[in-house]
């Protein structure tokens, strides 16, 4: 777009943008390359050690899991102290140049690093399902409710975004990315914000609403500061939200590591899945990891299923699906390419900012194959006993569950 202020070469940041849009425009601007990068630091090296990337939210939770638990040394491993970062531009930067190799990214980041910017990542894996939510003020009772309101997205290139957008189509409501000073009763008005400034703005009545990863939503719950409209994977079945993202050049030159790697987090997904009240007490800022910022009775309220809240939520309307029987958040690592062709298709009708031209010509079958690699995650599933021990069919195919 011609208004980015980071369109050219040497461009800075201007001082005075909200610091959710600085981060966006930083990210654009390494992925457009009119941002200066380090050189990539190191290259593929047989012993170069696991470095882990990540965002202190759940997304993270296998890659945070697999540290504490020493599952990267149990495959005769080295590893670092997973690094934290406070954007998505600030573990982007990082990964790019080689100073962390295993992260976590939003899926439809991952379409646009690789084919907006033609950057060399992979995903090998998802790291979770679901685990996202619609939170806004108690006065807002429907989707509808929303028109003429703000609402926050944690990233354009989000599955809370495409979700989001999808939930105001199919309500009528229309998307304004750019608002006038005023909006029309059947406009809603996003707005890219931090997730940490989500809840004190949603306090202050800045917005109606706001769609993020947990365990945003449940500090806000248990704070009292809004209440959950919608759970995404209410929407959208099983969704993947962030994935375990590699460099292809590691993938390819280091394949014995990269297996142990996913390997480690697989392992790290199906003890998650049995051992939830002890995984919220790892990654809070009590375990002693202090991963992330937020005390266990927030974390467990995500990860420890609850058949009484369960039951009120399907009461308030924020699961209107019961019959799928799905978690809050769940833990599967294969990457169905149902749903990547599917996120694709989405992403085309999806507004975000900047130039998203790349998009017209995805094929999105060609992305499923292309994207994703996923011969690693398919020894280590197997090794485990194949797909049953995730509570899944024997089959790497399924088919793509949207609702309203």
């Not at 980015?4 to 390359?33: C, E």
């Not at 990269?258 to 392992?267: D, E, G, L």
């Not at 990547?340 to 017209?360: D, I, M």
């Amino acid at each position: 777009m011609n208004d980015d202020p980071l369109a050219h070469p040497g461009a800075t940041l201007p001082d005075d943008l909200p610091v959710s849009r600085r981060d966006f425009l930083r990210l654009a601007a390494l992925l457009t390359g009119s941002l200066a990068l380090p050189p990539l630091a190191r290259a593929a090296n047989p012993d170069d050690p696991v470095r882990i990337g990540y965002l202190p939210i759940t997304d993270a939770s296998p890659l945070l899991v697999a540290h504490s638990r020493k599952l990267f040394e149990a495959q005769g491993l080295e590893v670092e102290a997973p690094r934290l970062f406070r954007s998505w531009a600030q573990i982007v930067e990082a990964f790019m140049a080689g100073q962390v190799n295993v992260v976590h990214l939003l899926s439809p980041m991952t379409v646009w690093a690789r084919y907006g910017s033609r950057f060399p990542a992979k995903v090998v894996a998802w790291n979770h399902m679901s685990g996202s939510a619609l939170t806004v003020a108690p006065g807002i009772r429907n989707i509808k409710d929303l028109g003429g309101k703000k609402v926050a997205v944690p990233f354009w290139y989000s599955i809370h975004n495409v979700v989001l957008q999808h939930l105001l189509r199919e309500n009528g409501l229309t998307v304004v990315t750019k608002p006038a000073e005023s909006l029309k009763a059947n406009e809603v008005a996003l707005s890219i914000m931090a997730p940490a400034d989500m809840g004190p703005a949603l306090a202050n009545g800045a917005i109606a609403g706001f769609i993020v990863a947990e365990p945003f939503n449940a500090a806000a719950e248990t704070n009292g500061i809004g209440r959950i409209l919608r759970f995404t994977g209410d929407v959208w079945r099983e969704h993947a939200c962030c994935v375990v993202s590699m460099h292809e050049r590691d993938l390819k030159d280091r394949p014995e590591w990269s297996q142990k790697v996913v390997n480690a987090i697989v392992n790290a997904q199906h003890w998650l899945r049995e051992n939830r009240q002890e995984g919220a007490r790892l990654l809070s800022r009590d375990g002693p990891g202090k991963y992330t910022p937020f005390p266990s009775a927030v974390l467990e309220r995500v990860l420890v299923p609850n058949a009484e809240r369960q039951q009120q939520y399907v009461k308030e309307g924020a699961i209107r699906h019961p019959e799928w029987k799905d978690e809050r958040i769940e833990y599967q690592p294969y990457p169905f390419p149902s749903y990547t062709e599917q996120l694709v298709q989405l992403l085309k009708t999806t507004q975000v900012e900047g130039n998203n031209s790349f998009l017209a010509s995805l094929d999105p079958a060609f992305v499923a194959r292309d994207l994703v690699d996923d011969r690693y995650v398919k020894k280590s599933i197997a090794a485990l006993g194949g797909l049953k021990a995730f509570g899944l069919p024997e089959k790497y195919t399924r088919s793509e569950t949207l609702a309203a």
